[in-house]
């Protein structure tokens, strides 16, 4: 199997983006896609920001952060990365959609290319159901934000995901600079198994009165080594994002203990989101 030269990775959001920029870093052409236009030019935005910190920080030089710039291409339209020798999925978590983007990544790309999602919970085994035949094609290629940043792919096969299929997600993973980890397809695999519920805990010793928020995060960090407090990470991982791995893991193992808390359901509600919208458990409007 010829070594992969580029990746047409659909969704621009901020998983998107992130992959997107980890494979023209590494060399390998991207075409980043959306349906929605104001996503694609945000992900343009994010791309130049990064490789202009890159270079201001002495991380790369110009010219290779203009070759990388040089290998991300912008589209509305799937049918345009019809050639690309590897596609991933990075649309919203709602399993309706990612098999609709399913159907169509099978009519786009060549029999070849390996259909990998980059789902944080939903099963592998369920998209997969949605393209019959091609199921061994489909594979969990999961990276972690900030993407560029984030050493870790959780790759995870699905019931009928192939060897072959797995062996070239592992080389793939490795050419992108990144540690490919295998884990199972079980709602939220490994990450968001042992990370939403301590996030989801969080909240709840927020809502009991254990703490005030600012100071949760300050024990978590100074205490257990943490990189940001759960609270601080929720914000950055979107809430409503958090919130919707919780609902799968609640729905697929069936345990009341993953329930999301009630006070991260009522900033949902509210439209607190997090970083995304300037606000969630704190403030970001003045920053
Ligand atoms: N894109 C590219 N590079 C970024 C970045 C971004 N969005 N954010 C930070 N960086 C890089 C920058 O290069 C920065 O270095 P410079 O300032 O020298 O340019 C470097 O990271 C450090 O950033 P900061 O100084 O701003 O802040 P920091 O030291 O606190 O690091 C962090 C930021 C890497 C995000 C760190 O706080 C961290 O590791 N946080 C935890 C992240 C985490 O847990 N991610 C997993 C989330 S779960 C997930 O993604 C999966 C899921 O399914 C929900």
Redesign the pocket.
């Known amino acids: 199997m010829s070594e992969v030269k580029s990746i047409a990775v659909i969704g621009a959001g901020?998983?998107g983006c992130?992959i997107a920029?980890t494979a023209a870093t590494n060399s390998i052409k991207a075409y980043q896609i959306d349906v929605d236009k104001d996503q694609l030019d945000h992900a343009k935005t994010?791309h130049e920001k990064?490789l202009a910190?890159?270079v201001?920080?002495e991380?790369m030089t110009q010219e290779q952060a203009d070759q990388a710039a040089g290998l991300i291409s912008y589209h509305q339209d799937m049918d345009d990365a019809k050639d690309a020798d590897w596609a991933i999925e990075a649309a919203t978590e709602n399993v309706e959609l990612k098999k609709k983007i399913f159907q169509q990544m099978v009519e786009t790309f060549g029999s070849n290319v390996v259909l990998a999602t980059?789902?944080?919970?939903i099963s592998i085994t369920e998209i997969a159901s949605a393209i019959g035949e091609n199921a061994p094609r489909v594979i969990g290629m999961?990276?972690?934000?900030?993407?560029?940043?984030?050493k870790l792919v959780e790759v995870i096969n699905g019931l009928a995901t192939s060897e072959q299929t797995s062996q070239r997600t592992i080389e793939l993973a490795k050419r992108m600079g990144k540690t490919p980890v295998p884990a199972n397809d079980r709602a939220g695999f490994v990450?968001?198994r042992v990370?939403?519920p301590m996030i989801n805990e969080a909240f709840y010793a927020w809502m009991e009165g254990v703490a005030e928020p600012e100071h949760i995060d300050e024990i978590m960090k100074l205490g257990c080594n943490?990189?940001?407090g759960p609270l601080?990470?929720a914000d950055?991982?979107?809430l409503d994002?958090?919130h919707d791995?919780m609902m799968v893991l609640y729905n697929e193992l069936g345990n009341q203990k993953y329930f999301p808390c009630p006070m991260l359901r009522q900033l949902v509600t509210a439209g607190r989101l997090g970083n995304k919208t300037r606000i969630g458990v704190f403030d970001y409007s003045t920053s």
């Not at 980059?118 to 919970?121: G, H, Q, V």
């Open positions: 901020t998983m992130g920029l994010y990064t910190r890159n201001q920080k991380r980059n789902t944080s919970s999961h990276f972690f934000n900030p993407v560029p940043v984030m990450s968001n990370l939403m943490f990189p940001m601080r990470l950055f991982i979107g994002v958090c791995i």
